[in-house]
């Protein structure tokens, strides 16, 4: 990396965010003398307490160090080894987490659904629910879907499609789990409860992710299924995703959302991303790939002004030919997304 | 707990730790602005190269989350799932990891071996090696050696011993791995090199502890053989043990090798270890189990007396019926022993 | 079943089929007093040679209990627990073998690609292979190609195509897997040698299916890269596909190669079913799905007309909506096809 | 094998058995056309009914290839993925079957226990799950004992002992699976009926061998759990232990029960192997290690001795410095046993 890209903003992923000043404050304050580990400490025993007001239900909190544990064991909490996991084609949990479900499920199948803006839709799930061979010993049995809220395209379920989802696979016993990587983001954009857009809706498992934004090293499992408790508690610790020292994953999580301080930072990010976006649809040759929703911007650019545009040293992510990624975070600024804007044009007028 | 019990001295676990000063300093000064993920960032990029110093050789170090995720992972690098690992039958890896090791290699087996004080002893790993059906299809394969530096006992291995297990296993083409939980604390004690104490004695990869000594939330692995470096870092992916944002776990563990420093909280841990130990040996109706020479005080005293000391507060572990175990960590003192001494004394005589 | 279903032919799947005479003879003559057992017997000994001259190279041979355990545990030989495997969508080992390879690889995935008649074609795994993230931790990384021959389709791969996905497989180290639950179909079909639909085009290890030809119960893996011959076989024997009385899978597989039987049974299924595929095309309302190429016939027909011919009592597979399959075998005869056609012309018609 | 190898008398194992012509003959018989697969034939659906009978309450039956599948699937039913399994420490499931078990589990762990002539001891039993932690999630949770019938020494449980281990698991909620690879010869020692010696006993899974005793590729699994059946027969099909050509299974399982025939076949052998083991201990220097009970003969001999009735030619194994296995079978004689000892004999005074 040159100086000149040091200085320019980055907008390659929300994992590049550093720790909200909050969060590492709540790590500072946490580290008084010695507590009880594995969960015992008083900030851990908090934490279900917490969860549950805010999801106005009671509910198991599990503390990971990474997303793809959060849905792997989430998803081998619902799945037989012999079952199967609906999904769509293009989520993270197929695609980017090197078999991880396959891994911790004893090797459960990915059942890949296509559907428009990398969501799930509810007429395809159905169709391929009718197809299945149910009870048929050598067909992978359905357990479970799993939607992406926000998705990987940066668009947002309606609570309606959610509960249309989790009504179908509810008909089949499947369960419904949610990757919320991206939680805050599409919560904040809906304006409604984590009560809402979760188990109100039929969600039985969330990975709720907080890395992306703002938490240092923490995301965690929120179980609604009380069922899923024990068995997911066990494989926790044999994936060694039971930290001792918990109560700095913990503290984490409580400061994340400690007066609403987690969606407060997803806004942030999604109204840079809104500002980016409009930003950028303006300009000839652009066009956004998807509705910005949350806190991604996809565009299609001409190659050529792609490769000028990594030539400048400004951070994003290619997704493809013509394809590119912006992710705002919730310590980017309109500034900085207006630099982009301004290094998008540039990149191509000059081609 | 009541109020009583939060001012006694807890002597439980190394696990109830605070973060020592140094290290959530590092972490703070880690959180400046955006950086690059997966190990991409400045940081990262400095642990391989710090470690490699430290060890004398070319390492590679992947920061995980727990040493339960050290331990089963360095071994599913090792171990074929039709393969079997030699580990002393009271190892953690064994007793008190809820299978990781069998989950994490595919179903390989562990092959416990007798041995005073919790130690592998050379003659009984030979004749072990000299039983084996190799070859022979329905027989689990060996592939491994695991030690515990230093044991679940608080016991040490010599150099000496080291090398001629590694030898004995190195004769066999078995792989050689060390569960380091608190390999500072042994390292301290030995007062050799980091070099000397793995990869000089025969050591293949090191479940490099640093929790317990003062990290926050990361351990690492150190893999001295470079062809377990790429199988390795697929199943730490996939196991969900990769941290996007890299450089908090990377800034602690440069921060907790920085100028000695995990060998002076080590040694701190120890010394107190040290006076505790012989203030209780010299007790009457209390024996050492075991030498001390970590951090890990165990002594047989009657079970009424034990019972009496839980009822005072003070923190400490059970281990049998007539035995207990106190852990001395960084930030424990020779005050906290002392009172420790004068209640064991008190909870003897009153009985 | 009722009594007119049991005199009607049976067209349903190749599984119904009996023993060939000859193979019955050979498992009688095997039984000749105690013989050593897991594979030290004479006839099992004889078993690799025998193989090794039928396809003109060295290859080692294990006789397995399904088609479902040869294909897993082929791939799981080619497979990294991290790998992934490219087959065809409409592959068995994808749709039909509830998660067997998932489950004997340890978790790899299953890529799968579209190909008209159900055949990978080399053009869209080139394309597949090209966007591949070699090398990124969080995507499974190809180790393997799996195509089927003959097809699950009926239909057959010629030997340039073979060759072609070969090369092309070859040139991203990934190992070739031939599914050849109807092997023999296809062979007699090309009237080509074994060892060029297979070593000669570049296939490395091979799924030999006898069961649905003519054997009791016994197929077999063929391996022709002997670097997969020893872990294969551990994997074997811990998956509990390793007969203690070995000799009388061997003398199955013997007898079904012995002076071509195979082939002479696989030519007298492709007949019937060529005879068949063509009375059926000469219907009217009738459309052949695929060419007949071995001995499978996918025919469209009205729903209707399907009901009504199930009624019948003719024993056939639905395969969709307006989809059914007849399956030939080496004991089904031309005249069985006439009353086959004569049912499905009175279905129609009758509609 | 030299000439003179081949006509002296092969006392091995019972893995050298030819198929008894009982079961050649129904596997013939069966032979008659095509038939439906996977169990829907006629012979097959009669097998469930025909043990329901024998065994005196509604069992289902699961033809599987080996005896390391019977044992190794039954467990993966009964146990958890972070389960353990109590076994004898020289039980067949650890020490010969190449971790089949962890593998099929997921990882479960295998608790061995010590126990005089290879037996569980229900006192040793009580105690080792006295001392369990349960509910700790670091801790493999016991969910299953496994005891074998005949045991690997030829042992036999007396039904008193079954009945009390079962009592202790069952109080723990541990599921009782009986390894019966010699159950009919366990049987025909105690001559209790089956239901006696199992789920009367509280016995809920049972690996029924037949191929030591005259069956040719067929052993099972009985489940008399019936909470086991439905995820046990997804877990074979994927395991490829479930046969398309059912029936010849079927028709081996069906005979070898047919008026007691494997009872017959059981009788004969465990005779032969008294006879054997009479005469054997009536010979100086030589030392019965176990008392006779089922069709094993240990016997403790100076190596020297063993060396030379190696060379003799005479077929048996050698399981220690100074320990030789024998086993008869339903087609050993006592001729044949005659010719042992006197070839022992001569071993013996020639040194």
Same mark, same amino acid.
């Given at each position: 990396?040159?100086?000149?890209?040091?200085?320019?903003?980055?907008?390659?992923?929300?994992?590049?965010?550093?720790?909200?000043?909050?969060?590492? !404050?709540?790590?500072?304050?946490?580290?008084?003398?010695?507590?009880?580990? /594995?969960?015992?400490?008083?900030?851990?025993?908090?934490?279900?307490?917490?969860? *549950?007001?805010?999801?106005?239900?009671?509910?198991?909190?599990?503390?990971?160090?990474?997303?793809?544990?959060?849905? &792997?064991?989430?998803?081998?909490?619902?799945?037989?080894? /012999?079952?199967?996991?609906?999904?769509?084609?293009?989520?993270?949990?197929?695609?980017?987490?090197?078999?991880?479900?396959?891994?911790?499920?004893?090797?459960?199948?990915?059942?890949?659904?296509?559907?428009?803006?990398? #969501?799930?839709?509810?007429?395809?799930?159905?169709?391929?629910?009718?197809?299945?061979?149910?009870?048929?010993?050598?067909? *992978?049995?359905?357990?479970?879907?799993?939607?992406?809220?926000?998705?990987?395209?940066?668009?947002?379920? *309606?609570?309606?499609?959610?509960?249309?989802?989790?009504?179908?696979?509810?008909?089949?016993?499947?369960?419904?789990?949610?990757?919320?990587?991206?939680?805050?983001?599409?919560?904040?954009?809906?304006?409604?409860?984590?009560?809402?857009?979760?188990? #109100?809706?039929?969600?039985?498992?969330?990975?709720?992710?907080?890395?992306?934004?703002?938490?240092?090293?923490?995301?965690?499992?929120?179980?609604?299924? !009380?069922?899923?408790?024990?068995?997911?508690? /066990?494989?926790?610790?044999?994936?060694?995703?039971?930290?001792?020292?918990?109560?700095?994953?913990?503290?984490?999580?409580?400061? /994340?959302?400690?007066?609403?301080?987690?969606?407060?930072?997803?806004?942030?990010?999604?109204?840079?991303? &809104?500002?980016?976006?409009?930003?950028?649809?303006?300009?000839?040759?652009?066009?956004?790939?998807?509705?910005?929703?949350?806190?991604?911007?996809?565009?299609?650019?001409?190659?050529?002004?792609?490769?000028?545009?990594?030539? *400048?040293?400004?951070?994003?992510? #290619?997704?493809?030919?013509?394809?590119?990624?912006?992710?705002?975070?919730?310590?980017?600024?309109?500034?900085?997304?207006?630099?982009?804007?301004?290094?998008?044009?540039?990149?191509?007028?000059?081609?």
């Amino acid at each position: 990396m040159n100086e000149a890209a040091r200085t320019l903003p980055n907008f390659r992923s929300d994992n590049v965010a550093p720790i909200s000043p909050e969060i590492l !404050q709540a790590i500072a304050e946490a580290n008084r003398g010695p507590a009880a580990s /594995y969960g015992d400490d008083d900030c851990s025993k908090l934490l279900n307490r917490r969860f *549950s007001t805010l999801f106005e239900t009671e509910v198991t909190v599990f503390p990971v160090a990474t997303g793809t544990a959060a849905n &792997a064991l989430s998803l081998a909490a619902c799945a037989r080894p /012999y079952g199967a996991i609906y999904c769509h084609e293009e989520a993270h949990i197929h695609t980017a987490e090197g078999g991880a479900t396959e891994a911790f499920t004893g090797g459960a199948k990915l059942l890949t659904l296509p559907g428009r803006h990398f #969501r799930i839709e509810p007429a395809i799930l159905r169709e391929a629910l009718a197809r299945t061979a149910w009870g048929v010993r050598n067909r *992978s049995q359905p357990d479970a879907v799993s939607i992406t809220q926000a998705s990987e395209f940066g668009t947002i379920y *309606s609570l309606a499609d959610i509960a249309e989802i989790s009504a179908i696979a509810r008909d089949k016993n499947l369960s419904v789990h949610m990757d919320g990587a991206r939680f805050a983001n599409a919560l904040a954009r809906l304006g409604c409860s984590p009560a809402d857009m979760t188990w #109100r809706a039929g969600v039985d498992i969330l990975s709720f992710g907080a890395t992306k934004n703002g938490a240092m090293s923490s995301d965690a499992i929120v179980v609604f299924d !009380q069922d899923l408790v024990e068995p997911l508690s /066990y494989r926790l610790r044999r994936a060694g995703q039971t930290w001792s020292k918990m109560r700095y994953a913990s503290a984490q999580l409580l400061a /994340y959302v400690e007066d609403g301080l987690y969606l407060r930072l997803a806004a942030k990010a999604n109204a840079v991303a &809104a500002h980016l976006g409009a930003g950028l649809a303006a300009l000839p040759d652009v066009r956004l790939d998807a509705p910005v929703e949350a806190n991604l911007v996809f565009i299609n650019l001409p190659a050529l002004a792609i490769t000028r545009l990594a030539a *400048s040293g400004l951070q994003f992510a #290619r997704r493809g030919q013509e394809v590119i990624r912006f992710v705002a975070r919730f310590d980017s600024t309109e500034q900085e997304a207006d630099e982009v804007i301004a290094l998008v044009e540039r990149a191509i007028t000059t081609t």
